[in-house]
């Protein structure tokens, strides 16, 4: 054995111990990478169209690592795979075809979902309960009882929640929004919202042989909505307007539109507290009858909802400045602002600025905000009790519609005042084992 000099003894022991610290800078988080232990492990449930969308922004994020997904589709987990293995330029990605074995996962932080309607309260209640942190598509209910389900379930298990209504992190929108609340309008008197005609079917697509299973699972599929034959149409895509899988026109677009009327009223917190469906003296009760029927077609029908301070929320489908898909208008006795998808904002008067980024919705930014709420542990701009309170404004809307005649809302005891039917649909028949 070789005799140390004290020198030498303490050179080698230096570099002994520096020699392990020699390592990639991917491992260090150094020019600009994302150390592993900075990175949130993601999982998704049920990506389809609009999921990929959201897929992809999720992953442009480096601090983000993406590793599975499930969907009863194979052909859509499979698309996931792909697209997942061809970013990151391996094969890592895992494939399920029950949402369980994503969330049994003890190194998924967050999950995207993405499914129908008929899946987003299940599977983000689901995934509050497994402990994960949840951006979820909109509609995020179908039921008033939904609804407050997912906000109380994400206030007991501690969650990070962002609904996917990514206008309100569009500069557009907010700008509008500001304009609301800070009394630039003069004191609000009106809030309209750009929804699509209400009407759902009850009707049935033909029946078709069911697919393998593995194909896709028609009964995984149904989850709790009622049994029907299967028929490939639903599964491609053209589930929307049959009842049992949808919500309604008012809340396709209003999931949108009223949550951002929502917020420029501040009522993230509450929801209107009188409902009166399209009538045929409507002009006559509520708005200057030549300014009203310039907004309204009695044809697609909507709701006018009240405030407990008097502020009217409009549901209409028509009568807007072209401004671009999910256009919101607020007024006031000062003035009146309106804007939509294409960017641009519109004013009563050249003394409104408007010193906005033209970028009609941004979900990057969107996105953003729910990665750093979930490592801050803030609370997000969709947040989970703002998306229940928007829904039951949408869902309450659809009932009178429904009904043909005016609701009265109690939003502390979250029911229909002196009316037992309309009561009885703030929710439906869940198919078993599905509950919430």
């Known amino acids: 054995m070789k005799n140390w000099n004290r020198r030498e003894f303490l050179s080698a022991s230096v570099f002994g111990a520096l020699a392990p610290l020699v390592l990639p800078a991917s491992v260090l988080g150094l020019d600009g990478e994302v150390a592993p232990s900075n990175r949130l492990t993601m999982g998704g449930i049920g990506i389809g169209s609009r999921g990929s969308e959201d897929l992809r922004v999720f992953l442009s994020n480096k ?78 209910s179908l039921t008033i009882e939904e609804s407050q389900a997912l906000s109380d379930t994400i206030a007991r298990y501690g969650r990070v929640y962002q609904a996917g209504t990514q206008r309100r992190s569009s500069g557009n929108f907010m700008t509008a929004i500001h304009y609301a609340q800070s009394g630039m309008l003069g004191e609000l008197k009106e809030v309209h919202a750009n929804t699509l005609a209400p009407a759902t079917t009850q009707k049935w697509l033909p029946a078709q042989p069911e697919p393998d299973k593995d194909e896709c699972d028609w009964d995984r599929w149904l989850g709790a909505c009622p049994w029907r034959p299967y028929n490939s149409a639903y599964v491609g895509g053209g589930w929307r307007n049959f009842y049992d899988f949808h919500g309604g026109g008012i809340l396709e677009w209003g999931s949108h539109t009223i949550d951002l009327c929502q917020l420029a009223h501040q009522s993230d917190w509450t929801a209107p507290v009188h409902y009166e469906p399209w009538s045929k003296n409507i002009s006559e009760t509520y708005i200057d009858g030549v300014e009203w029927n310039k907004f309204v077609s009695i044809d697609d029908g909507g709701v006018v909802a009240t405030y407990d301070d008097g502020v009217k929320l409009v549901m209409r489908t028509s009568g807007w400045l072209g401004l671009g898909s999910c256009s919101v208008r607020f007024e006031g006795t000062e003035g009146w602002v309106e804007t939509g998808d294409s960017g641009q904002i519109r004013t009563s008067s050249e003394s409104l600025p408007t010193t906005y980024q033209n970028i009609g919705y941004d979900l990057a930014n969107h996105v953003r905000n729910f990665l750093d709420c979930v ?62």
């Open 63 to 140: 601090d983000v690592h993406f590793v599975c997904d499930a969907d009863c589709q194979r052909s859509r987990r499979e698309a996931v795979r792909n697209n997942v293995n061809n970013t990151y330029g391996n094969n890592d990605c895992v494939i399920y075809s029950d949402m369980y074995e994503v969330l049994g996962r003890q190194d998924i932080d967050i999950v995207l979902i993405t499914t129908g309607d008929r899946w987003h309260t299940m599977a983000s209640i689901e995934a509050a309960k497994a402990g994960k942190d949840i951006y979820c598509e909109k509609p995020c």
């Open 375 to 436: 490592k801050t542990r803030q609370t997000t701009r969709a947040h989970a009790t703002a998306a229940a309170q928007s829904h039951i404004a949408a869902h309450a809307a659809y009932i009178a519609w429904q009904l043909g005649r005016p609701l009265d809302y109690d939003p502390v005891k979250n029911e229909f005042i002196n009316d037992e039917e309309a009561n009885r649909m703030r929710s439906r028949a869940r198919r078993q084992p599905w509950h919430i």
